[in-house]
């Protein structure tokens, strides 16, 4: 990390980040408030708190223990269950070997993730590979990452497994959670291949699929699913990169910004405005900061969402979004087509009304 961004910290140790939270990064990639903060390492829920905007983010304890003791029902008696699982799915060879990287309480993280260097440097000898310990550089800090599994494939192709506990009903399943989970997954995958060429492997050995193991029709049976994360990967890899270049953003602004969190609201709050946000309500779900970014971006279009930023291009406040649409503001060149669809709506809704 950059002397510039440790700036912007001040005294407060930089929040370490984890599947999850590298994940989240790909859900606002055109913000560059989100940018800055992550990669200086400033800790988003305290902030949010420190500054009266607390949001509510992380599962339920009922959520965390459903997810728990499902997984340990799945990896009993040797991942018995999971294997006859991923067989189906995967091909997995079901007499295959299993290795619990995780088994030693007293470990450090830096010895099991040398071990899991060790085994996949070595040829594919276990079929499943538990509790792995995997790393990711993110904006120059080291990262450990802890997928839930990962699988060999027959002809030696690892697939990440990840396992959740939410449910596949009749063959669906809540889209904003499957789609959390292909982000996350994705993270994994992309520091499996990094670790694979680190080691002189081909990192296309690992699998663009990943393999999402759930609950089935309101049971604890579980139930799995391929799924195709190279979007994900994309956007991922984009987002890392761009991580890496903000310094400059970082640097650009003024020598008194900061976000040390030993300062006051009022002081935290002004250094804030000095980073440009691009609130979305998909940041609701995504970002520790979205309570306070509502507040601030209420009355512009753009708090709507990006289909109506995206359709009022050029109008950026509702009320002049409103004017426009009753007639008492003329449209400026470039709010002209903007202005002819908010007074065809104001027609449409007149008509009816
Ligand atoms: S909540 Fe704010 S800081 Fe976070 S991504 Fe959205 S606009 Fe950016």
Redesign the pocket.
Same mark, same amino acid.
């Given at each position: 990390m950059t002397a510039g961004l440790d700036r912007l910290r001040g005294g407060t140790p930089p929040k370490r980040h984890n599947a999850r939270t590298i994940a989240a990064l790909t859900?606002?990639p055109g *913000?560059t @408030? @989100?940018a800055v !903060?992550d990669a200086a390492g400033v800790d988003k829920p305290k902030l949010a708190q420190r500054i009266g905007f607390p949001g509510s983010f992380g599962q339920s304890r009922f959520a965390l223990a459903r997810g728990n003791g499902f997984e340990a029902m799945l990896k009993a008696d040797d991942c018995a269950l999971l294997r006859k699982v991923l067989t189906e799915c995967l091909q997995l060879d079901a007499a295959g070997g299993y290795d619990d990287l995780g088994e030693d309480d007293d470990d450090t993280l830096t010895a099991r993730h040398r071990r899991t260097r060790e085994l996949l440097a070595g040829a594919a000898g276990a079929a499943l590979i538990d509790h792995p310990l995997l790393t990711l550089d993110v904006a120059g800090q080291r990262v450990f990452l802890e997928p839930d599994l990962i699988a060999l494939q027959i002809e030696g192709r690892l697939h990440v497994v990840e396992i959740k506990s939410f449910a596949i009903v009749d063959g669906q399943a809540d889209s904003a959670k499957v789609s959390a989970a292909a982000v996350q997954a994705a993270v994994y995958v992309l520091a499996l291949r990094r670790l694979l060429a680190e080691l002189g492997h081909d990192p296309t050995l690992v699998s663009h699929d990943v393999v999402l193991v759930c609950t089935e029709n309101f049971s604890l049976q579980p139930a799995a699913v391929v799924l195709d994360v190279r979007k994900q990967l994309s956007t991922l890899q984009r987002q890392l990169a761009r991580l890496a270049s903000v310094s400059e953003l970082a640097a650009a602004l003024p020598g008194s910004v900061s976000f040390d969190l030993a300062l006051g609201p009022a002081d935290l709050t002004a250094a804030l405005r000095h980073v440009e946000? @691009?609130? &979305?309500p998909e *940041?609701l779900s &995504? *970002?520790? !900061? &979205?309570v306070? *970014?509502r507040h601030e971006a209420a009355g512009s279009t753009a708090a709507l969402g990006r289909p109506v930023r995206d359709a009022l291009g050029g109008v950026d406040t509702v009320a002049e979004a409103l004017a426009l649409a009753a007639g008492t503001a003329e449209p400026a060149e470039d709010q002209v087509e903007a202005a002819a669809l908010l007074r065809a709506a104001a027609r449409l809704r007149a008509e009816l009304a």
């Open positions: 859900g606002n *913000c @408030r @989100r !903060l946000a @691009r609130y &979305a *940041c &995504a *970002c520790e !900061l &979205a306070y *970014c």
